[in-house]
């Protein structure tokens, strides 16, 4: 219950194509959801969140979807370029009197050919 | 600012050793978290500390140890190696308890172990 599902492992799409990397979850207490980006050699970065209370965030060419009733989350990245390869982790967490326990999932290796 | 710094970058151990992994967060940062990160199993939550005291913990076993220091910064302990614990290892740093979102986690480059 507490597994975050990633799929697909790995994605390569063309440069100007829309990446899109899906997850799910089970567990109805998770109320934050961020996704990460991993560069080799690199610890990971946060690119954007959101909480179940939205159903879209867009900050650039990157978008979160988000279903609640589905318990399903996904990334969307416009005009995919060579730059964004990388690997993209989701995540799920929820507070416990302010600690915080990231559940991630599997990662998604992204690759932009030019 | 600077970032998240872990020394040291690579470590090889042997099975059975003992090994202790440091991390330095961002100047001003009170909360660091630690994660494993490996092929089969990805990123997994060990342990976050606050304050010097621990407020959250994964599900590993107790030969995973941490501890905080008055600076904030913090180090992690691995008792009788095993082959399995070859991994990155990550820190992660926030300005307060990272619950829920309230405070973005930035994470160092990690160190690598090797269990040999």
């Known amino acids: 219950q507490q597994q975050v599902k990633q799929s697909p492992q790995s994605l390569i799409v063309q440069k100007g194509g829309i990446s899109i990397i899906n997850c799910a979850y089970e567990?109805?207490?998770?109320?934050?959801f961020p996704w990460y980006q991993q560069f080799p050699g690199k610890g990971p970065a946060l690119l954007i969140a959101i909480r179940p209370d939205v159903s879209e965030k867009k900050e650039g060419r990157f978008t979160i979807s988000f279903n609640k009733s589905a318990k399903q989350f996904s990334l969307h990245i416009m005009d995919s370029q060579p730059g964004d390869s990388a690997t993209y982790f989701c995540a799920a967490s929820f507070g416990n009197q302010g600690a915080q326990k990231l559940v991630f999932g599997q990662g998604t290796r992204l690759t932009i050919n030019p | 600012k600077a970032g998240v710094t872990q020394t040291p970058r690579y470590l090889i151990k042997t099975r059975g050793q003992q090994v202790t992994l440091s991390c330095s967060p961002i100047s001003g940062h009170r909360s660091v978290s630690w994660y494993q990160q490996t092929p089969g199993q990805g990123l997994q939550f060990l342990f976050e500390?606050?304050?010097?005291?621990?407020?959250n913990k994964g599900n590993f076993p107790g030969r995973f140890s941490g501890r905080q220091f008055s600076n904030s910064r913090s180090e992690m302990n691995v008792s009788t190696l095993e082959l399995g614990d070859s991994a990155l290892y990550l820190c992660?740093?926030?300005?307060?308890?990272?619950?829920?979102?309230?405070?973005?986690?930035?994470f160092g480059p990690g160190t690598r172990l090797t269990v040999l």
């Open positions: 992660a740093s926030s300005q307060g308890l990272a619950g829920a979102g309230l405070h973005t986690q930035y």
């Open positions: 567990n109805t207490a998770f109320d934050y």
């Open positions: 500390y606050f304050s010097e005291t621990q407020r």
